[in-house]
């Protein structure tokens, strides 16, 4: 029942032409060369290290893996972490 | 702390140190009880990161609840830097002083340049400005350089523009000398040189010579009328004109050659004195060349403070052999400039030939340079009063 809602929400987004990561609350992740991830609309930090960092998202989890990572930012709905970034790659 | 870390400073921040079972928990319940939290990084198997003075207390009740242990590792910014300076007043008092000196003496002009004059000597305009009020150590508050100008230009007849400016602690007198047109009397046109007349204007006065004709210098070329007040002739007499130059080239020479070492010293150019900063002071060449750059070397030695970069490129002697050749294609290009520097800049030069004559028991080879141009000779020879 769940996904059909999800479904119907997604194809009245895209009908109307409006973002879909907004209509979904779904994340949206930004990548700036090798060196900064931006993770927008997370809902919290569930581990983190120097080489790993897994921040949680709606309908899973984006993890970033690397060397030297820092977290610059973190606010309720928003991170910036930078570092020498080797992936990044969203487990659900 | 990133972009970010400018405002950290300036309000203040401490670093924080988090050990415990789960640190990203802990940062969550900051993030959601709106404790700001930046620079989070792992050392040492902790997690460090930066917050405000003030919020560390709201960090216990967070800590109690998943069993972290927050300590504080370090303190930076300006909250701290106050909270040091009360404890160390001596110390601040120094540098309050020092800086009030420092700002107290800014205000006042500690140089005074002068620039653009010529026959002007540079301590007369210094005097008419210590008259107007300007010298070292007077206040920039109390100087009014329209004034200076004004008094400078009164006092100084010579000179025709004067603008005083203040960069900073350096008075800059800049200076346009009057240059003197005195009255041309009438008289008639004369042949300035020998030449061969190509064209002949007439603007007053009657024509004495014509296309083709041959003149020395002191012919009179267009004759006035003395008899009428306004009676000077005027005109211009084109002429073919011939400039002569020789020098001798040997065809053996010793030469000074750079052998590739160099010593490199730094120099402290103070008003024109140059003082020893970095760098050998005894040049260790017996012969050698000298190349200044850097600072104040463009400008008025005598300016401002400036560094400048000596270098001392060591020099050989070396025996050249010419061959007749090269030395007529040297002859050549030294003739050329030597003529070049005879003419006048308004004169046209139409053909350029050399001469050359070897003289093998002296070794050197003999260059007689002719330049055709084509010129104005006409000048005016005043009538006698």
Request: a positive charge; glycine letters at 8%.
């Given at each position: 029942?769940?996904?059909?809602?999800?479904?119907?929400?997604?194809?009245?987004?895209?009908?109307?032409?409006?973002?879909?990561?907004?209509?979904?609350?779904?994340p949206?992740?930004i990548?700036?060369?090798?060196?900064?991830?931006?993770?927008?609309?997370?809902?919290?930090?569930?581990?983190?290290?120097?080489?790993?960092?897994?921040?949680g998202?709606?309908?899973?989890?984006?993890?970033?893996?690397?060397?030297?990572?820092?977290?610059?930012?973190?606010?309720?709905?928003?991170?910036?972490?930078?570092?020498?970034?080797?992936?990044?790659?969203?487990?659900? | 702390?990133?972009?970010?870390?400018?405002?950290?400073?300036l309000?203040?921040?401490?670093?924080?140190?988090?050990?415990?079972?789960?640190?990203?928990?802990?940062?969550?319940l900051c993030?959601?009880?709106?404790?700001?939290?930046?620079?989070?990084?792992?050392?040492?198997?902790?997690?460090?990161?930066?917050?405000?003075?003030?919020?560390?207390?709201?960090?216990?009740?967070?800590?109690?609840?998943?069993?972290?242990?927050?300590?504080?590792?370090?303190?930076?910014?300006?909250?701290?830097?106050?909270?040091?300076?009360?404890?160390?007043?001596?110390l601040?008092?120094?540098?309050?002083?020092?800086?009030?000196v420092?700002?107290?003496?800014?205000?006042?002009?500690?140089?005074?340049?002068?620039?653009?004059?010529?026959r002007?000597?540079?301590?007369?305009?210094?005097?008419?400005?210590?008259?107007?009020?300007?010298?070292?150590g007077?206040?920039?508050?109390?100087?009014?350089?329209?004034?200076?100008?004004?008094?400078?230009?009164?006092?100084?007849?010579?000179?025709?523009?004067?603008y005083?400016?203040?960069?900073?602690?350096?008075?800059?007198?800049?200076?346009?000398e009057?240059?003197?047109?005195?009255?041309?009397?009438?008289?008639?046109?004369?042949?300035?040189?020998?030449?061969?007349?190509?064209?002949?204007?007439?603007?007053?006065?009657?024509?004495?010579?014509?296309?083709?004709?041959?003149?020395?210098?002191?012919?009179?070329?267009?004759?006035?009328?003395p008899?009428?007040p306004?009676?000077?002739?005027?005109?211009?007499?084109v002429?073919?004109?011939?400039?002569?130059?020789?020098?001798?080239?040997?065809?053996?020479?010793?030469?000074?050659?750079r052998?590739?070492?160099?010593?490199?010293?730094?120099?402290?150019?103070?008003?024109?004195?140059?003082?020893?900063?970095?760098?050998?002071?005894?040049?260790?060449?017996?012969?050698?060349?000298?190349e200044?750059?850097?600072?104040?070397?463009?400008?008025?030695?005598?300016?401002?403070?400036?560094?400048?970069?000596?270098?001392?490129?060591?020099?050989?002697?070396?025996?050249?052999?010419?061959?007749?050749?090269?030395?007529?294609?040297?002859a050549?290009?030294?003739?050329?400039?030597?003529?070049?520097?005879?003419?006048?800049?308004?004169?046209?030069l139409?053909?350029?030939?050399?001469?050359?004559?070897?003289?093998?028991?002296?070794?050197?080879?003999?260059?007689?340079?002719?330049?055709?141009?084509?010129?104005?000779?006409?000048?005016?020879?005043?009538?006698?009063?």
């Open positions: 029942m769940r996904s059909r809602t999800k479904e119907i929400y997604r194809a009245m987004a895209e009908s109307l032409g409006l973002p879909v990561d907004l209509a979904l609350d779904l949206r992740v990548v700036v060369g090798a060196v900064q991830v931006i993770i927008l609309n997370h809902r919290g930090l569930i581990q983190y290290s120097k080489t790993k960092l897994v921040a998202v709606g309908g899973g989890q984006v993890v970033v893996d690397g060397e030297d990572l820092e977290i610059q930012e973190i606010g309720p709905e928003d991170m910036a972490v930078k570092g020498v970034i080797r992936s990044v790659h969203m487990e659900t | 702390m990133g972009a970010a870390s400018f405002f950290w400073n309000i203040g921040a401490v670093k924080v140190r988090v050990r415990g079972p789960n640190p990203a928990r802990f940062l969550n993030v959601s009880s709106g404790i700001p939290v930046s620079g989070i990084r792992e050392e040492d198997g902790d997690v460090t990161f930066y917050t405000l003075p003030w919020r560390y207390r709201e960090l216990r009740p967070l800590a109690f609840k998943t069993r972290s242990k927050p300590e504080v590792i370090g303190r930076s910014g300006v909250w701290f830097l106050w909270s040091k300076a009360r404890k160390r007043q001596a601040v008092a120094t540098v309050l002083a020092l800086s009030g420092f700002y107290y003496l800014s205000g006042s002009i500690w140089a005074i340049d002068v620039r653009g004059n010529n002007v000597s540079r301590e007369r305009i210094l005097a008419a400005a210590l008259k107007a009020g300007l010298y070292k007077v206040r920039k508050a109390v100087v009014s350089t329209e004034f200076i100008d004004a008094s400078i230009i009164r006092d100084i007849p010579e000179l025709g523009w004067v005083t400016s203040i960069h900073g602690t350096v008075a800059l007198i800049e200076v346009r009057k240059v003197d047109h005195p009255l041309e009397r009438p008289g008639d046109m004369v042949a300035r040189r020998d030449g061969l007349v190509k064209s002949v204007l007439v603007l007053s006065g009657h024509p004495l010579v014509k296309a083709g004709d041959t003149v020395k210098a002191g012919d009179i070329l267009i004759a006035g009328d008899s009428s306004s009676g000077g002739a005027r005109g211009e007499v002429a073919s004109t011939w400039y002569k130059a020789s020098l001798e080239v040997p065809l053996r020479e010793i030469q000074p050659r052998t590739g070492r160099k010593v490199e010293v730094r120099l402290l150019n103070v008003e024109g004195n140059l003082l020893p900063l970095f760098g050998s002071k005894a040049i260790p060449f017996q012969w050698y060349e000298i200044d750059s850097g600072g104040g070397v463009r400008q008025s030695p005598k300016t401002t403070i400036s560094v400048i970069t000596r270098t001392y490129y060591e020099l050989t002697w070396v025996e050249v052999e010419r061959s007749p050749a090269e030395a007529e294609d040297l050549r290009k030294r003739l050329e400039d030597i003529v070049r520097r005879q003419l006048p800049p308004s004169v046209k139409i053909d350029f030939s050399i001469e050359v004559k070897i003289a093998p028991d002296r070794g050197v080879l003999t260059a007689t340079g002719l330049a055709q141009a084509e010129e104005n000779i006409a000048v005016v020879k005043p009538w006698p009063q």
